[in-house]
C-alpha cells in the first residue's frame, strides 16, 4: 500500500514557521505553545523508545483505507472523492501515457519474439515486421549503438544475437495493441505490458525502456496495485479516478526534453502491467471511464495515501485540506492505530554526529488531531552534541509508518 511520500515538503523553516501562527490564531498562545513543543525526554542507557502513531503515510488528499471505510457507510465514488478533494470538478481525460519502467535497468530493451510482433520508429517514418522476417526467433532486441542509432537483433534461445539492420529513429515494439513480454536483466524473468515497449534515449547512448499505452490501459495495472481489488466498488471507482487524474497531472507537467511522464513505482503511483489487472478493478476503471478531477481548468494534484489515521493534511494546493476524517477507523484498518520501538542505537546510527542518544524533545507538531497533531520537528541530544530534525526525516530514517506519533522511553 502507498504510500509515505508523493510530493517534496514544503522548507522545514517555513512549514513550521505557518504550522505555529495557525495554532496560535486557532488555539491561542497558551495552547499553541503546547501544541508545538512537548516534554523534554531523558533517554538512559538501556531504554527504548516507543512509539504510538496513527495513519500510514503522508495523509494528503485520499485516504485508502478511509474511501473504503466511506464506501462501507454508504457513499459513492462521487461523495469519496468530493470529501477528500474538496472544491475540484469532475470532467474528462483521454490520451495516451508514457511509462518508465524501472526493473529495466540495461540500455537495452530486449523482448520475447511473438507473432505479430513490429518493430516501428516512434515518429512513425519505418517499420519492419520482424515476427516475419525471423519466425524461427525466441527474442527480439533494441540495443543502442550510440547516439544516434539503434541496432533491431534476435536470437534463438540463448544463442548470439544476430543483426537484423540498424536506425537512427527512436524504436518500439508494438504487438497490434496485444501483450508484449519485455525480459528482465540478470534473468529476472519477464513482465506482459500492453501498448508498445519503446527504447527511448535520455542522455547520450544512454536509453529507458518505456511504455506507451492509452491511459486507461494503464490504469488497468495500476488500480488493483494500489488499492485491494477486494474492496468496495465505490472505493475502487474513487481510486481509479484518483489514479486517473494523478496520471493525467504528471503528463501535464513533465519536465521537457524527459522521455516518459510518470514512473511505475512508489515515487509515483505503483504499476505492474498486465499482471496488475484484476476483475474488478477493470470494471471500476470501465465505470469511471475517462473521469478525472480538475481544479481551476487543469487536473488535479490527487495525492493520496494509505491512511490519514484519523486527520488528512493540508498541502500546497486549495483542495489539500486538514481536517477530521471521519471514515478511517473502520475495523478493518490496521493501519490507523499503530506502535514501534526504536533503540537509541538506531537514532544514534541515523544521526552519528551527536554521539549516544541521551535525550529527546518534540518541538512542533501541526496542531491537528492526537498529541497535537503529526510531528514536524525533533531534537534529539547526545553525548556529543545535538541536532534539530524533520518529523519527515525522523520518520524516514526510523522507517515510521507517519510522522503523526507521540513517544515515550520505556
Sequence with gaps: MPRLSRATPASHALATALLLL????????????????????????????????????????????GAEGAARQGLDAA?????????????????????????????????????????????????????????????????PLSATKTAIASR???????????????????????????????????????????????????????????????????VASEMPSSWSAAALQAQSVAARTYAAYSRAHVAKGRQFQICDSTSCQVYKGVAGETRATDAAIAATSGQTLTYAGTPAFTQFSSSSGGWTVGGTVAYQQAKADP????????????????????????????????????????????????????????????TTVTGDAFRAALGLKSTYFEVGVS
Design 327 to 386: 471514515y478511517d477507523a473502520w475495523s478493518g484498518n490496521k493501519q490507523h492505530s499503530w506502535s514501534a520501538t526504536v533503540s537509541p542505537a538506531a537514532v544514534a546510527k541515523a544521526w552519528p554526529a551527536i554521539g549516544t542518544l541521551t535525550g529527546l524533545q518534540i518541538l512542533g507538531r501541526d496542531g491537528n488531531g492526537d498529541w497535537g497533531g503529526r510531528v514536524t520537528s525533533v531534537q534529539l541530544t547526545g553525548s556529543a552534541g545535538s
Design 156 to 222: 534463438v534461445g540463448s544463442g548470439k544475437w544476430k543483426r537484423l539492420t540498424t536506425s537512427a529513429s527512436t524504436l518500439e515494439f508494438y504487438a497490434g495493441g496485444d501483450p508484449i513480454a519485455l525480459m528482465l536483466p540478470q534473468g529476472r524473468g519477464s513482465v506482459a505490458y500492453r501498448g508498445t515497449l519503446r527504447n527511448a534515449p535520455y542522455s547520450g547512448r544512454d536509453h529507458d525502456t518505456v511504455n506507451v499505452l492509452s491511459l486507461e490501459s494503464y490504469l488497468r495495472g495500476v
Design 79 to 143: 461523495q469519496i472523492l468530493s470529501f477528500y478533494y474538496p472544491g475540484t470538478t469532475l470532467t474528462s481525460q483521454t490520451g495516451s501515457i508514457s511509462v518508465l519502467i524501472g526493473a529495466d535497468t540495461t540500455p537495452d530493451t530486449v523482448v520475447k519474439a511473438r507473432r505479430g510482433l513490429v518493430v516501428r520508429a516512434a515518429d512513425g517514418s519505418a517499420s519492419w515486421d520482424v515476427s516475419a522476417k525471423r519466425p524461427s526467433a525466441t527474442a527480439w532486441r533494441l540495443n
Design 22 to 65: 495557525a495554532a496560535v490564531l486557532l488555539l491561542g498562545p497558551a495552547d499553541a505553545a503546547t501544541k508545538a513543543a512537548g516534554v523534554k525526554l531523558a533517554v538512559p542507557s538501556g531504554s527504548t523508545l516507543t512509539l504510538s502513531g496513527h495513519g500510514y503515510g503522508h495523509g494528503r488528499g485520499m485516504s485508502q483505507y
